[in-house]
């Protein structure tokens, strides 16, 4: 996002087994999208309940050390939160944010589309919708 128009986005998946291999790749590629991008601020979407497994926490905290190695400040966002802020009245649904992030930004039709196909492309709302949010509150 830089204003409130979004510049930027696209999914990257990693399939192969967890592995501090994998990590660090995902580290790696954050870290490049952050300094392309001249990132300011970081807004991660996390599950409402987060799960204990030991590679989540290893990326939670690998998150959390790369960017405040940057000199910026992450700010997590429950899917909960994002649905609750975004359709407060309907007790929002995944659907109801899309809903209203593709009201805010008709470019992602197209992403949209490919979510009938492969539910990962709607990871991609629940992205934007956590930028959105960030943005509107600072």
Excluded at 11 to 23: G, I, N, Q, R, T
Excluded at 85 to 93: D, I, M, Q
Excluded at 96 to 124: D, F, G, M, W
């Amino acid at each position: 996002m830089q204003g409130d128009e979004l510049i930027d986005w696209r999914v990257k998946a990693y399939h192969e087994e967890w592995s501090d291999k994998k990590l660090r790749r995902i580290i790696r590629g954050i870290e490049r999208l952050i300094v392309e991008n001249c990132i300011s601020s970081v807004g991660i979407k996390v599950p409402d309940r987060l799960p204990i497994s030991k590679g989540y926490m290893q990326l939670i905290g690998s998150l959390n050390v790369l960017i405040e190695s940057m000199g910026l400040k992450a700010h997590y966002f429950t899917l909960g939160e994002l649905k609750d802020h975004y359709v407060p009245l309907l007790k929002g649904s995944k659907v109801s944010v899309v809903a209203h992030i593709l009201q805010r930004y008709p470019e992602l039709t197209y992403e949209y589309r490919k979510t009938q196909k492969n539910t990962i492309y709607l990871k991609i709302f629940e992205a934007v919708a956590a930028a959105c949010y960030l943005q509107e509150r600072s």
